[in-house]
């Protein structure tokens, strides 16, 4: 019998679970379908996070700019963090890892990525730039969700 195996962590930093779970525009409805297919497939993709990273989202959900988006999709804060709570598994903070990426907010997710040996899923320049770097070590970065998770 052949030894089962787990499914491939997906990382989703704060701009793309806003995108995900908040934004509705043509681009943002790419994204969701790519998540959403991706995500379906439980036995290849699980996304993760820690609670920092909620927290994260829970901090930025309350940033002025971010109020008039909310009004405008009829979403509250607290129905984003419902859906992050219902669609997430969490896991430990990952420890720090040598791969550094300028954005010291971007970090935790870099560090989880490695350790997981997970695909981080990022719209940032200075997360992308780590990408081969981060490949060397099992990781990925990416603006798209991997066809499979074997392929990565």
């Keep these: 019998m052949a030894p089962e195996t787990q499914p491939r962590g997906l990382i989703l930093d704060t701009n793309i679970v806003l995108d995900y779970l908040l934004f509705g525009d043509p681009s943002a409805q790419q994204l969701q379908a790519q998540v959403n297919t991706a995500l379906a497939d439980s036995a290849q993709w699980r996304w993760i996070a820690t609670q920092r990273m909620r927290d994260e989202l829970a901090r930025v959900l309350l940033y002025p700019h971010l109020q008039a988006s909310l009004a405008f999709y009829q ?10 709570d219902l669609r997430t598994h969490l896991v430990d903070t990952a420890a720090a890892c040598t791969i550094l990426c300028r954005d010291k907010d971007d970090q935790p997710f870099i560090d989880l990525a490695v350790a997981q040996q997970a695909v981080l899923l990022s719209k940032d320049k200075q997360v992308l ?13 990416d603006t798209r969700v991997p066809e499979t998770a074997a392929s990565v």
């Design 75 to 84: 979403r509250t804060a607290e129905a984003i963090l419902a859906q992050f």
């Design 129 to 141: 730039k780590l990408k081969k770097r981060m490949a060397r070590v099992g990781a990925w970065a």
